[in-house]
């Protein structure tokens, strides 16, 4: 009998095959560290992120809203490395540290929205 994914598990797959039908090799894990720009961030975080996080993280989705957040950036950095069971997938592996540091960056931009 097939196994059936759970949404996390779909949406994971399917940001992953967004990315690199998107040409986003530069988001891939094995890419050589390096900074990433804001607009390249803000592409990551919609690719990844923008399956749950709406409106580019200004609103709440499936996840919450980000914009505002008062989480400390360890407290973001182990949310994104080991997600939550049963409500944020894991990205350790998929992402880059410097990828993970673009995003919160990113988070952190839209506190005025």
């Known amino acids: 009998m097939p196994r059936h994914l759970s949404m996390i598990e779909a949406a994971t797959a399917l940001a992953a095959a967004m990315a690199a039908v998107l040409g986003l090799a530069e988001f891939s894990a094995t890419a ?7 607009a390249q961030a803000e592409q990551l975080f919609a690719t990844t992120c923008g399956w ?3 409106n580019g993280g200004r609103e709440a989705g499936k996840g ?4 505002g957040t008062k989480r400390s950036d ?15 997938p894991a990205f350790e592996g998929a992402l880059t540290d410097d990828q993970i540091k673009g995003i919160i960056h990113y988070i952190h931009s839209l506190k005025g929205s």
């Not at 919450?64 to 914009?67: E, G, R, S």
């Not at 360890?74 to 944020?88: L, S, T, Y």
């Open 74 to 88: 360890a407290f973001i950095v182990n949310r994104i490395k080991n997600g939550k069971e049963g409500q944020m």
């Open 32 to 38: 050589a560290a390096k900074p990433i720009s804001n």
């Open 64 to 67: 919450p809203k980000l914009a």
């Open 52 to 54: 749950c996080h709406q």
